[in-house]
């Protein structure tokens, strides 16, 4: 492998956005929440001038929130949607704002293998969509090199059920927990498919919901896998040259 892949884990509070900045490509899954304005500012400060690929995972507020400002503040060459639908304003400034760009648009389905640059992406969710906006949401294993990285939205344990009856190859080395570390999510079976080395949550510190939920972090405990969250660790960037990798919490 030529060059670093960096993964920023951004600190959006309850909400999720990360970034994939590898030598030849920009990748960004999810946009953070549609009442904050924090993800552009952050993707200027790592020096973001276009984005390859925008994937929305599924069309909750909190995952495609700043669409609107990402697609406006840089060129966008292709975005993924689940195909699910919301009648929410949020939805449908996104949508907008997509169509009103130069932005390529997708529906991925389970199955289908794309290279963006040095980077690979294998999509494992959705087969089809039921309507149920967490059960469609895309489910991505990117593989840069020898190093692997899954991310399942706010897909929960049906979900993650079906990704494993499919036979899809979803090891990884580091996995983002699905539904923002919620008990819903990350079942037992899923996870020692997966059997990651480290796992990262986003969630606000504080926040209503009680994310992450202890019984998902007690079964990571017990299977040795390191744990990084936004509300404990602010932002979190893994670092890896497509065989090694380091993690840097913003705090520890």
């Known amino acids: 492998m030529q060059g670093e892949l960096k993964v920023h884990f951004i600190d959006v509070g309850q909400g999720d956005a990360t970034l994939l900045q590898g030598p030849d490509f920009t990748i960004l899954i ?9 993800v552009v500012p ?15 995972t599924h069309p909750h507020a909190d995952h495609i929130g700043q669409f609107p400002q990402v697609i406006e503040a840089f060129p966008v060459g292709e975005v993924w949607l689940s195909g ?3 009648t929410t304003r949020t939805f449908e400034r996104a949508i907008d704002a ?25 999509v494992l969710n959705p087969a089809r969509l039921t309507g149920n906006l967490h059960e469609g949401s895309i489910s991505v294993r ?23 009856a499919r036979q899809h190859d979803v090891n990884a080395l580091i996995l ?27 969630a606000a510190e504080g ?22 969250g936004t509300d404990v660790n602010g932002t979190i960037m893994v670092i890896t040259d497509g065989q090694t990798y380091e993690v840097q919490a913003q705090r520890r």
Do not use: C, W
Request: charged fraction near 20%; hydrophobic fraction near 35%.
């Open 30 to 38: 999810d946009a953070g929440r549609h009442d904050r304005s924090d």
């Open 142 to 164: 990117i593989v840069y090199g020898s190093f692997t990285v899954l991310f399942t939205g706010d897909a929960e344990a049906e979900t993650e059920m079906a990704i494993l």
């Open 207 to 228: 926040n209503s919901y009680g994310h992450p939920h202890e019984v998902v972090l007690e079964r990571l405990r017990q299977m040795g896998v390191q744990i990084y």
């Open 98 to 122: 997509i169509e009103a760009s130069d932005a390529g648009y997708h529906e991925p389905r389970a199955g289908e293998t794309f290279s963006f640059g040095s980077a690979s992406i294998e």
């Open 176 to 202: 983002q927990l699905g539904h923002h570390g919620s008990s819903t999510s990350s079942s037992v079976e899923f996870l020692k498919a997966v059997n990651p080395e480290v796992a990262v949550y986003s």
């Open 84 to 86: 699910d639908t919301t």
């Open 42 to 56: 952050y993707l200027k400060s790592a020096g973001v001038k276009t984005i390859d690929l925008l994937i929305g």
